[in-house]
């Protein structure tokens, strides 16, 4: 079966038997009793619930888990010896050895592609493994070029700075540069998650000519299956680690296992194809029975609907700060200028456009957290309650207690070590609103997991938490930059549903996002950026965009989809 | 912020030259003007370090622009010498304790240009080197360990990442009622808060970047090099070029009599 393709790959075998492993300071395996085999030139899409271990395999595969105290039995069997190591048990080889022996024989892609890049210049960067892996000099170059003309990237200068390529671009270079090593296991951890749908494309596509040139055998971890089914010919669904049940639950071709699976993967959050999670739909009218509204505004005025809270005029806006030109002080050329916008209590706004067109920095700006290079944002006295016009001049308190804004990386607002502190800090600072805390806990299921440290949370608690402690400080308007980005199906409907409920209570969401399910289930306005346009969200003919691919990564084919209604407006 | 020193795009004759006949060029016109503090061999050496400029790919509005903050700590360190410094011959100028003589004047002036000789050939060697062939060079000819060298070439490209995560996280903290405004105390407690913040985003990158790196192979005792660090005619001559600023700055300075050994300070 092994056959040399072009370029000289040698497809790579996969032998799992009884594998386990255990990183060090854990109690329980990420992986226990793996039994699989991937044969050479197999293209398989790895599923399963998040702990399943998926990642861990292919950093196994990749070499690079770590040095482990191998031999000590199934991780399972009464407990683990001593926790502090990492532990092995079984065996998992590439083509008969070790993954670790065999340096170069697989090529891993990672997830954050700002992360995948090493080196400042294109050539250099796609190079950098083959030097390591002591290819002569001559073959390397020979190798770069070829490397990138299979990812699409010929048209750019060898010495063209990798810090100015997009997302999508990144993440080709960085298959390039796996490329450049001829491995013949392509390992593909998550390799679209961070990107807008023109980069999932892009990626996708790089992947497939590549594939169908070497004849690599390929794994793939990734949700999002609409994107990989056509791609793979098999499909293996992992579970969680346990001492008694196999690592692998189901196991065979793509249409089979969606098939047998379809009930299992959409309840661990799995993006079927075909499958939209229902979602809490917005009330007639967009707007709440009196009741909901007085119970959320919690003794504030309710606002009627509809109110003007903000406005944006003649806005331009830009991320950098005025520059220093010797004493001079320089205004930063603004991404985006003369855009209009208006925020309204209980009406959603959804920013749209293509990437780089400056919708975070605009999104940003509106939430008071840039300050505008050109024209102005002004909140309306319902909103600034004596604040002030302008949101950027309004003090930390002040403005978390009226805009609240969730980034896309929830990381990055976490300002303490538990997650009960977490959503009590706004409140704590505000002097007010801690009663809040117990019921956005329950609402965002983060009850069980008050006494966690924030990092140590998966993606989707994550982003639960993020929305649940900036909503604790009670703001009128909710800013959400790309909330929807790399989340599991359970996380989407439950995010969507709950902003529609907030909506409903009267608040105003504000969010940019490419995701064109979230912004039908939201409703309300959509500012276009980069093409000038306002429109209210309609659905083209067929809910999909030219590749067959929605914004969530969902193949939609023309399946009635909960919570709109037959010409796909938006049910509001 | 990555390329706030190196021009990108630069083609002058400069950025040709091996990084390490650079820098052996630049050390020892530094080493020169270290020992001593007259204002003869610094004029000399920033005479001619100016002239080279354009071949570094250097304009005097681009010196201005990047170097100003170089060029105004050189005139103040100048201008308190000129008044602190001892009296000698001709006093100049007396306010209170403040006085300048012709002999302080002189000290001040050659520690203004002398320090303005010391900063430029460094201003003009990050400006005509790149990082890479920088790395590449002392890793191939310098025979630094290339795990060590590579790394940090890998991390020094995170930096300007870093400065975008820097004010990200300003902006998210700020969303979350951490005020970076406020009386210095409050300030403080932010900036170390943002601090912690960039921090564990710095790890987390610099963790994920090493796996990327030791998946395609990185790490291994051998490897070969996919661009070549060279020696060419060209680096005889910035290395002559070196000799002849530092040589032609003691001649001078012998010559007209004020050269001043610092450890003679005192005599």
């Known amino acids: 079966m092994p056959t040399t393709h072009d370029g000289g790959v040698r497809p790579a075998a996969v032998t799992a038997r009884g594998w386990g492993w255990r990183h060090a300071g854990r109690t329980k395996p990420a992986v226990n009793g793996l039994d699989l085999d991937i044969r050479p030139g197999e293209r398989v899409l790895l599923l399963g619930p998040s702990g399943a271990g998926k990642s861990t395999l292919l950093h196994a595969l990749a070499g690079v888990l770590g040095d482990s105290t191998s031999g000590n039995g199934p991780a399972g069997d009464g407990g683990p010896p001593d926790s502090d190591d990492a532990d092995e048990s079984g065996s998992l080889l590439i083509d008969g050895e070790p993954p670790r022996a065999r340096r170069g024989r697989a090529g891993l892609m990672q997830q954050d592609p700002e992360t995948q890049v090493v080196l400042s210049r294109l050539g250099d960067d796609v190079a950098f493994g083959a030097e390591n892996l002591s290819v002569p000099r001559d073959a390397i170059w020979a190798r770069v070029h070829e490397a990138l003309d299979d990812v699409g990237l010929a048209h750019l200068p060898l010495d063209h700075p990798t810090s100015v390529l997009s997302g999508g671009q990144k993440q080709r270079l960085a298959l390039a540069g796996i490329l450049a090593m001829r491995p013949g296991l392509i390992l593909l951890d998550e390799p679209t998650a961070n990107l807008d749908p023109a980069g999932v494309l892009e990626v996708r596509d790089a992947v497939g000519r590549c594939l169908d040139k070497t004849g690599a055998t390929l794994v793939v971890v990734e949700h999002r299956v609409a994107v990989w089914k056509d791609l793979v010919d098999?499909?293996?669904?992992?579970?969680?680690?346990?001492?008694?049940?196999?690592?692998?639950?189901?196991?065979?071709?793509?249409?089979?296992?969606?098939?047998?699976?379809?009930?299992?993967?959409?309840?661990?959050?799995?993006?079927?194809?075909?499958?939209?999670?229902?979602?809490?739909?917005?009330?007639?009218?967009?707007?709440?029975?009196?009741?909901?509204?007085?119970?959320?505004?919690?003794?504030?005025?309710?606002?009627?609907?509809?109110?003007?809270?903000?406005?944006?005029?003649?806005?331009?806006?830009?991320?950098?700060?005025?520059?220093?030109?010797?004493?001079?002080?320089?205004?930063?050329?603004?991404?985006?200028?003369?855009?209009?916008?208006?925020?309204?209590?209980?009406?959603?706004?959804?920013?749209?456009?293509?990437?780089?067109?400056?919708?975070?920095?605009?999104?940003?700006?509106?939430?008071?957290?840039?300050?505008?290079v050109n024209g102005k944002v002004s909140a309306a006295p319902e909103l600034s309650r004596g604040a002030g016009i302008d949101p950027y001049k309004w003090k930390a308190e002040q403005l978390i207690a009226r805009i609240g804004t969730v980034f896309q990386e929830p990381e990055h607002q976490f300002v303490t070590g538990r997650v009960l502190d977490e959503l009590q800090f706004g409140p704590k600072h505000l002097g007010h609103g801690e009663e809040r805390v117990d019921e956005l806990l329950e609402?965002?299921?983060?009850?069980?997991?008050?006494?966690?440290?924030?990092?140590?949370?998966?993606?989707?608690?994550?982003?639960?938490?993020?929305?649940?402690?900036?909503?604790?400080?009670?703001?009128?308007?909710?800013?959400?930059?790309?909330?929807?980005?790399?989340?599991?199906?359970?996380?989407?409907?439950?995010?969507?549903?709950?902003?529609?409920?907030?909506?409903?209570?009267?608040?105003?969401?504000?969010?940019?996002?490419?995701?064109?399910?979230?912004?039908?289930?939201?409703?309300?306005?959509?500012?276009?950026?980069?093409?000038?346009?306002?429109?209210?969200?309609?659905?083209?003919?067929?809910?999909?965009?030219?590749?067959?691919?929605?914004?969530?990564?969902?193949?939609?084919?023309?399946?009635?989809?909960?919570?709109?209604?037959?010409?796909?407006?938006?049910?509001? | 912020?990555?390329?706030?020193?190196?021009?990108?795009?630069?083609?002058?004759?400069?950025?040709?030259?091996?990084?390490?006949?650079?820098?052996?060029?630049?050390?020892?016109?530094?080493?020169?003007?270290?020992?001593?503090?007259?204002?003869?061999?610094?004029?000399?050496?920033?005479?001619?370090?100016?002239?080279?400029?354009?071949?570094?790919?250097?304009?005097?509005?681009?010196?201005?622009?990047?170097?100003?903050?170089?060029?105004?700590?050189?005139?103040?360190?100048?201008?308190?010498?000129?008044?602190?410094?001892?009296?000698?011959?001709?006093?100049?100028?007396?306010?209170?304790?403040?006085?300048?003589?012709?002999?302080?004047?002189?000290?001040?002036?050659?520690?203004?240009?002398?320090?303005?000789?010391?900063?430029?050939?460094?201003?003009?060697?990050?400006?005509?080197?790149?990082?890479?062939?920088?790395?590449?060079?002392?890793?191939?000819?310098?025979?630094?360990?290339?795990?060590?060298?590579?790394?940090?070439?890998?991390?020094?490209?995170?930096?300007?990442?870093?400065?975008?995560?820097?004010?990200?996280?300003?902006?998210?903290?700020?969303?979350?009622?951490?005020?970076?405004r406020g009386n210095p105390w409050q300030r403080l407690r932010a900036t170390l808060g943002q601090s912690f913040g960039l921090l564990v985003q710095a790890i987390r990158r610099a963790t994920r970047l090493a796996v990327t790196m030791e998946a395609r192979g990185f790490g291994g005792a051998s490897r070969t090099w996919a661009r070549e660090s060279t020696y060419s005619a060209l680096d005889i001559w910035v290395l002559l070029g070196g000799v002849l600023i530092a040589g032609g700055a003691v001649a001078a300075a012998l010559w007209a009599g004020t050269w001043h050994m610092v450890w003679l300070e005192g005599s």
Not at chain 1, 453 to 459: D, R
Not at chain 2, 16 to 29: E, M, Q
Not at chain 2, 111 to 139: H, K, N
Request: overall charge neutral; proline content about 6%; some cysteine.
């Open chain 1, 234 to 372: 098999r499909i293996v669904v992992l579970q969680p680690g346990s001492g008694t049940q196999p690592a692998v639950l189901i196991d065979g071709p793509p249409d089979q296992v969606l098939e047998q699976a379809r009930g299992m993967l959409t309840a661990a959050g799995v993006w079927v194809p075909g499958y939209v999670p229902a979602t809490r739909r917005r009330t007639v009218g967009g707007f709440s029975p009196a009741g909901d509204r007085a119970a959320a505004t919690n003794g504030e005025p309710a606002l009627a609907p509809g109110q003007l809270l903000l406005a944006a005029e003649g806005l331009a806006v830009s991320r950098e700060r005025p520059r220093r030109r010797g004493f001079k002080s320089v205004p930063p050329v603004p991404v985006l200028r003369d855009v209009a916008a208006q925020v309204r209590a209980g009406e959603a706004l959804t920013v749209t456009g293509p990437n780089g067109v400056g919708k975070s920095t605009f999104a940003l700006t509106l939430a008071g957290l840039l300050p505008p």
């Open chain 2, 1 to 180: 912020m990555r390329d706030a020193l190196t021009l990108s795009g630069n083609q002058a004759v400069l950025t040709r030259a091996n990084p390490l006949a650079k820098f052996a060029a630049v050390f020892l016109i530094t080493l020169v003007l270290a020992l001593s503090i007259d204002w003869m061999s610094a004029s000399v050496a920033l005479v001619c370090e100016l002239l080279l400029f354009p071949l570094a790919g250097l304009t005097f509005t681009l010196l201005w622009q990047r170097g100003w903050p170089l060029i105004l700590a050189a005139a103040v360190g100048g201008w308190s010498t000129s008044i602190l410094a001892p009296d000698s011959g001709k006093v100049l100028l007396d306010v209170g304790l403040w006085s300048m003589s012709e002999g302080s004047l002189e000290l001040g002036m050659g520690f203004l240009l002398r320090g303005l000789a010391i900063a430029l050939p460094a201003v003009l060697l990050m400006s005509c080197t790149d990082p890479t062939d920088l790395a590449d060079a002392l890793a191939q000819k310098a025979r630094l360990p290339h795990r060590f060298v590579l790394g940090t070439l890998a991390a020094m490209r995170l930096v300007g990442l870093m400065a975008e995560e820097w004010q990200t996280i300003g902006m998210a903290r700020r969303a979350r009622g951490v005020g970076s």
């Open chain 1, 443 to 572: 609402r965002l299921r983060l009850t069980e997991l008050v006494d966690a440290n924030p990092y140590t949370l998966s993606g989707g608690e994550k982003r639960r938490l993020s929305v649940a402690t900036v909503l604790a400080a009670h703001p009128q308007v909710l800013v959400l930059d790309e909330p929807t980005f790399g989340q599991d199906a359970n996380t989407w409907a439950e995010l969507a549903s709950f902003l529609s409920e907030l909506l409903d209570a009267g608040t105003a969401v504000v969010s940019v996002t490419h995701d064109e399910e979230f912004t039908h289930v939201l409703g309300g306005t959509e500012l276009r950026l980069g093409s000038r346009e306002r429109r209210a969200p309609e659905r083209d003919a067929s809910g999909l965009n030219a590749s067959g691919l929605n914004a969530s990564g969902l193949d939609a084919s023309g399946q009635a989809v909960p919570g709109f209604d037959a010409t796909g407006q938006a049910a509001s």
